[in-house]
């Protein structure tokens, strides 16, 4: 453990992508029950963007992501933090071995969607917005199943080009057309019969706040879900809070506070 005189409770390893760790620390900050800053959980966002493509490794069977997600967690580790979140889900295909080379806690992600939606119903037929590399490895599929829900896949390839389409937008920094996007996924999961929908992918969380709360379906937030799990953790209270407005709406306001996104 490094001593630099600050005691660190939770590490997050970010840059999976960019966007989504700031939302993910954003809501994370919103949902602390806190009235001065030193109420608010000491933590530490290691951002690691230059990772390989966690889907593409999936698809292609190999680990390539995994030397670098282990360094990460080592690097948490050496900062003395109490436990680990990922605000990345596809990267929890590696859970398993990260976790065995992880003194800290890892929080698994789906883990903390099952809780999440557990405080909204009992049962019910849920839909998993994700990408391709999560839905192959399985987590949700198992970790839903044994909570005794029952998986939606819609039928229509369309589901999945939406999906795809509103991940991909969100990592251009398009969030009004990745926000588009995920409602017509969500249009399509509601008519497959679904009652709820998961947000399993975290640039899909980023776009949480823009979507129509009248659509017809429990929608969950993984980012969300995973801020909850983590102050749940380190027994920190959390509070629901409003619906926030989407921190950027589009690449031209993000450009507008200075930001600017690299292809």
Not at 185 to 195: H, M, T, V, Y
Not at 204 to 212: D, E, G, M, T, Y
Request: aromatic share 6%; hydrophobic share 45%.
């Amino acid at each position: 453990m490094i001593d630099h005189g600050v005691s660190l409770q939770l590490g997050v390893i970010g840059g999976l992508g960019p966007l989504a760790s700031a939302d993910f620390y954003f809501k994370l900050t919103r949902m602390t029950q806190a009235f001065r800053d030193n109420e608010h959980v000491p933590a530490v966002i290691l951002s690691v963007p230059q990772l390989p493509d966690r889907t593409e490794a999936i698809l292609a069977g190999h680990d390539g992501p995994l030397p670098s997600l282990k360094a990460a967690v080592s690097t948490l580790n050496a900062l003395g933090v109490a436990c680990i979140a990922m605000p990345c889900n596809t990267a929890h295909h590696w859970y398993e071995q990260l976790a065995a080379s992880s003194q800290a806690r890892i929080i698994h992600i789906a883990d903390a969607v099952v809780a999440e939606t557990h405080r909204s119903l009992s049962r019910g037929k849920v839909t998993i917005l994700a990408t391709q590399g999560t839905l192959v490895s399985g987590f949700y599929r198992d970790r839903m199943s044994a909570a005794g829900f029952e998986l939606c896949f819609p039928a229509v390839t369309e589901f999945q080009g939406r999906v795809d389409s509103a991940i991909g937008l969100v990592k251009g920094g398009s969030i009004a057309e990745a926000a588009s996007e995920t409602e017509r996924a969500l249009e399509i999961a509601r008519s497959a019969g679904a009652d709820t929908a998961v947000l399993g992918c975290t640039e899909l969380s980023v776009v949480a706040a823009s979507l129509n709360p009248t659509n017809g379906l429990v929608v969950i937030d993984s980012n969300a879900a995973l801020a909850r799990a983590c102050l749940t953790r380190l027994g920190f209270a959390a509070q629901d809070v409003p619906r926030p407005r989407p921190v950027f709406s589009s690449r031209k306001e993000l450009e507008r506070f200075g930001g600017s996104i690299q292809h």
